[in-house]
């Protein structure tokens, strides 16, 4: 279930226990500037345990066969194309709004410019033998994508909140246990039964096989 980063502030905030008497997240142990950054900490951690299904078009242009990475992929499972909408006929037709041809993976190559930006490199040869080779076919291209950073209140936590909550909570002791000597037992315990905590949540590879990595890092 996705939330608001602000949702996830004020879970995390009430985690730390700094919260007034009503529940309502006070901000005031650590600034609400130190609850974003943990969070969203967190969140790029835990991104390739948590991949978001996604889709984005590209457009076809003749005879292109280098196009940029669209929408937010990461990895890439499987490549739609319009198809022709005639029962008796196949093949890929511009226009149609139909996304039926499957397009095989081994068509595309992930490459770099000469200034290091990632390009999709589409086999000319493969591009003819499927007739893809026709101005503003659209191919839809589906797979995932990781979790944006978090600006505004309202952005959205799209992965597993709970693990992200608990990991930016044992970030949070930790930063507490350098600069509040007062409290540190305190903050290590916390930050140790956290961690235990953590451990037992999912740590599955969320990538269905098959496809491939266009920017892993």
């Known amino acids: 279930m996705s939330i608001t980063f602000l949702t996830a502030q004020q879970r995390l905030a009430r985690l730390m226990g700094d919260a007034d008497s009503s529940g309502t997240a006070a901000y005031a142990k650590w600034s609400q500037t130190e609850y974003k950054d943990a969070i969203n900490f967190a969140a790029d951690f835990l991104r390739e345990r948590f991949l978001i299904p996604t889709a984005a078009d590209l457009t076809w242009a003749t005879d292109d066969y ?13 490549l739609r194309a319009e198809s022709n909408s005639n029962l008796f006929a196949q093949g890929p037709v511009a226009g149609t709004g139909l996304f039926e041809y499957l397009v095989p993976l081994d068509i595309v190559s992930v490459q770099r410019t000469n200034a290091g930006v990632l390009s999709l490199h589409f086999d000319k040869n493969e591009v003819t033998r499927h007739n893809l080779n026709q101005n503003n076919l659209k191919i839809r291209m589906e797979g995932y994508k990781y979790q944006a950073e978090m600006s505004a209140d309202a952005d959205t936590l799209e992965i597993n909140w709970s693990s992200v909550v608990l990991l930016a909570k044992a970030y949070l002791h930790l930063a507490g246990a350098g600069r509040d000597p007062n409290d540190l037992m305190k903050h290590l315990r916390q930050w140790d039964a956290v961690t235990r905590e953590l451990a037992q949540h999912p740590d599955d590879d969320y990538e269905a096989p098959g496809g491939i990595w266009l920017d892993k890092r």
Do not use: A, C, R, T
């Open 66 to 78: 280098d196009y940029s990475v669209p929408g937010s992929l990461i990895y890439l499972l499987q």
